[in-house]
T-cell receptor
Framework: SQKIEQNSEALNIQEGKTATLTCNYT??????LQWYRQDPGRGPVFLLL?????KEKRKERLKVTFDTTLKQSLFHITASQPADSATYLC??????????????FGKGTTLSVSS | KAGVTQTPRYLIKTRGQQVTLSCSPI?????VSWYQQTPGQGLQFLFE???????NKGNFPGRFSGRQFSNSRSEMNVSTLELGDSALYLC?????????????FGPGTRLLVL
């Protein structure tokens, strides 16, 4: 079955630097990957979706890449700010045929941006 | 537009009891999914309902069940609670017609089983 691995549990960087978070999938190439942000005590908030046939997607200071050869997605936050401190989750569609809206999540990477 | 709401926000139960959690999706959304989040296992998919029918089910025991009403509101029930059921239970709604859709999560219900 599909597994989503986010190998870094925690990432500490300085304000202004670029944060790069990694997401690896172990089995079939998912039709898409999604990235969510979760703050303590709150539900995840959708950030970006990248499809299998897209190499890169951008939204303001966020950039996501999808490399089917490496079975990996990278999530970048440029010019990071303390307000970017949160846990970031990568998710792949689940289910036998990837239909429906079931998602398989990684355990997340907690980003801390210090000023 | 109001977001996804979940009630109650916090619950304390004892082993062996049963619990019902409620989720009201965003207006117009017909799909509701439920997830369990624990520090050890992360976010795990429980089940998804679309138009009152269970469309997908995760790998959880039969003690976990759910249903969806005609107004898309959903409930999940856990019977014979175990200590390991202590978790944050999140529900997410989406339009639900196709996949590749953004899911909107509620704030969650934190369940503590003593």
């Amino acid at each position: 079955s599909q597994k989503i691995e986010q190998n870094s549990e925690a990432l500490n960087i300085q304000e202004g630097k670029t944060a790069t978070l990694t997401c690896n999938y172990t089995n079939y190439s998912p039709a898409y990957l999604q990235w969510y942000r979760q703050d303590p005590g709150r539900g995840p908030v959708f950030l970006l979706l990248i499809r299998e046939n897209e190499k890169e997607k951008r939204k303001e200071r966020l950039k996501v890449t999808f490399d089917t050869t490496l079975k990996q997605s990278l999530f970048h936050i440029t010019a990071s700010q303390p307000a970017d401190s949160a846990t970031y989750l990568c998710a792949s569609p689940g289910g036998a045929n990837q239909a429906g809206t079931a998602l398989i999540f990684g355990k997340g990477t907690t980003l801390s941006v210090s000023s | 537009k109001a977001g996804v709401t979940q009630t109650p926000r916090y619950l304390i139960k004892t082993r062996g009891q049963q619990v019902t959690l409620s989720c009201s999706p965003i207006s117009g959304h017909r799909s509701v999914s439920w997830y369990q989040q624990t520090p050890g296992q992360g976010l795990q998919f429980l089940f998804e309902y679309f138009s009152e029918t269970q469309r997908n089910k995760g790998n959880f025991p039969g003690r976990f069940s759910g249903r969806q009403f005609s107004n898309s509101r959903s409930e999940m029930n856990v019977s014979t609670l175990e200590l390991g059921d202590s978790a944050l239970y999140l529900c997410a709604s989406s339009l639900g017609a196709v996949y590749q859709e953004t899911q909107y999560f509620g704030p969650g219900t934190r369940l503590l089983v003593l």
